[in-house]
């Protein structure tokens, strides 16, 4: 039992908890890769379950943090890496080579996984037997037993990783639910399972993105007010819709009245 006095609640609420969503393309990738375009959230561990993360080289912003070592990517291939990783990470970035070394002993701000959506899909291949780098004319399925184990396995990871001091962010394909006209009844996290409904339950901020319309500077939107799509904004800092958002701009309105660097960050909203 541990009692929880207003500095313990203030220092929760610094950090960005963040699972975003959205059709491919709509730029989930470089809203996690923003991270690393200002010191309030940089350095960044991005973590990369075949996110798309091969369109960060087309932003001359993320190549160069990459060169300085403010974005490092790491690419994954299954879930038991990440023990590794949370280990360093919950142990302060120390004890750990090499990974500690990736940072010049600098420790991460921001930690990223994209995406939640393929990581599971990964956990599930391998459960029925399968590689996910080998072609498979037959394709085998967990057991009924597994798909409460593979619950528990993503809701436990969902809750020690938004626990975790950094800013965290997850993302995650969309799945669209359509009625019997083939109307659009719902947009939610494309997970397996009750996944779907649980894992936005340990973030704070839930968002969704969309396109922006085509006379909009920015190429994205992102909503945290609709009707129709599970999001959510439980810091009560950040506003129902965000064009073209960035992680240094969310920061700073989570920062917002109590000063520091990341009221420095322009925030177009």
Not at 29 to 35: H, K, M, N, Q, V
Request: hydrophobic share 45%.
């Amino acid at each position: 039992m541990k009692h929880l006095d207003l500095s313990d609640l203030q220092e929760q609420s610094e950090y960005l908890r963040l699972l975003v969503y959205g059709e491919p393309g709509t730029g989930k990738t470089w809203l996690g890769a923003s991270a690393a375009l200002h010191e309030a959230t940089s350095p960044v561990l991005y973590l990369d379950y075949r996110g798309q993360v091969a369109s960060i080289a087309a932003n001359p912003q993320y190549v160069a943090a990459i060169e300085a070592k403010r974005l490092v990517i790491l690419s994954l291939s299954d879930y038991a890496e990440l023990n590794l990783l949370y280990t360093w990470l919950a142990r302060g970035c120390t004890q750990q080579e090499p990974i500690e070394d990736l940072f010049d002993g600098i420790a991460p701000k921001t930690v990223v996984l994209d995406s939640i959506t393929e990581l599971q899909r990964l956990e599930i291949l391998r459960r029925g037997g399968n590689s996910p780098n080998s072609f498979i004319a037959e394709v085998g399925r967990p057991q009924i037993q597994d798909w409460l184990k593979l619950l528990d396995q993503f809701v436990l990871l969902a809750r020690i990783m938004f626990d975790l001091p950094f800013h965290v962010v997850f993302t995650a394909l969309e799945h669209v639910q359509l009625d019997e006209k083939d109307l659009v009844q719902a947009h939610r996290i494309a997970m397996q399972g009750q996944a779907r409904h649980q894992l936005p339950a340990y973030a704070l901020t839930v968002m969704r993105l969309v396109k922006a319309a085509p006379n909009l500077k920015h190429f994205n939107e992102g909503l945290l007010s609709s009707r129709r799509s599970r999001v959510k904004d439980q810091t009560g800092a950040l506003p129902s819709k965000a064009i073209g958002p960035t992680i240094p701009q969310m920061v700073a309105l989570l920062h917002k009245d109590k000063g520091g660097e990341a009221n420095e960050v322009d925030i177009p909203f």
